[in-house]
């Protein structure tokens, strides 16, 4: 299993980036995805997740500027980052609760760097 991370980059406080994470490998399911992030000195912390159904859970701090979304078609989860701050910056990475047979396990992909200067 591979999940492949892209769309980090660095902007302006204000500015707006979107992550992709595209899982692929013998998938049978994909329950939740979600995106980490992790700043240094600073333990990982949950962003977003989003279930197959499409329900979401958001962290107090990025809500009303942060949006997660996925094409289960695609295998892939999005996170649409608008207004973004100095605070935001951090490595960002995609997990997934993964079925290749019987039991579902969690996946993490590389993470993909965000940076935010004021």
């Known amino acids: 299993v591979q999940l492949q991370a892209s769309g980090g980059g660095s902007v302006q406080a204000g500015g707006s980036l979107r992550l992709s994470c595209r899982a692929s490998g013998g998938i049978a399911g994909i329950k939740d995805m979600s995106w980490y992030r992790q700043a240094p000195g600073n333990p990982r912390e949950l962003v977003a997740s989003i279930t197959n159904g499409g329900s979401t859970n958001y962290a107090d701090s990025v809500k009303g500027r942060f949006t997660i979304s996925r094409d289960n078609a695609k295998l892939t989860a999005y996170l649409q980052m608008n207004d973004l701050k100095p605070e935001d910056t951090a490595v960002y990475y995609c997990?997934?609760?993964?079925?290749?047979?019987?039991?579902?396990?969690?996946?993490w992909g590389h993470g993909t760097q965000v940076t935010v200067s004021s």
């Open positions: 997990s997934a609760n993964i079925r290749l047979h019987f039991v579902y396990e969690d996946y």
